[in-house]
């Protein structure tokens, strides 16, 4: 069951062409870096509702990438690529996002983006801040129209789930 009473935070800049997320869960820290850093538990939430996560590959360092797919329930894939650029556990890494296919060819038709994901405790919980940086206002409107904030909402609710399986 959500906890109503957690932060969450959706704030659109269309000067910056940001979006910021921020949003709080009942879990320490190191176990929230944890989910959103290791493979094994990246498959386990990473997914709006009901599609599913798949890992093709992924090196969790400054350099490294992960490449995943979102998976409808009738096995259509939506494929992503992750580099990491810089990282900093448990307090932030940086990242570059973008869709691609099954061999990782970057579909430049779709917005690129310049992730920031800072992790931080509040009293026994973590605040996870993510600043999503687009090239352009059209990019960045073109992601909010793709529904981009129920499908977040959605992917952290099942981290909840996630986190209280792992306590």
């Known amino acids: 069951m959500m906890n109503s009473n957690l932060q969450f935070d959706f704030l659109v800049n269309k000067e910056k062409n940001t979006i910021t997320v921020r949003r709080e869960f009942l879990a320490s820290q190191q176990l929230v870096w944890d989910c959103y850093t290791k493979q094994e538990l990246l498959d386990r939430w990473f997914a709006p509702k009901p599609l599913t996560t798949k890992t093709k590959s992924m090196n969790f360092s ?7 797919a979102m998976v ?7 494929w992503g690529w992750t580099s990491y650029t810089e990282i900093k556990p448990i307090d932030y890494y940086k990242a570059l996002d973008a869709f691609c296919d099954a061999e990782g060819n970057i ?3 779709f917005p690129q983006a310049k992730w920031l994901v800072s992790f931080t405790t509040k009293e026994e919980n973590a605040v996870v801040e993510t600043v999503v940086t687009y090239n352009s206002l059209q990019d960045l409107e ?4 793709m529904g981009m904030k129920d499908g977040l909402t959605s992917t952290l ?7 209280l399986t792992l306590k």
């Open 142 to 145: 073109a992601v909010i129209q």
């Open 62 to 68: 400054e350099g490294g990438h992960w490449h995943y």
């Open 157 to 163: 609710e099942r981290l909840d789930e996630l986190l």
């Open 107 to 109: 579909n430049t038709q």
């Open 72 to 78: 409808e329930p009738n096995g259509t894939e939506y």
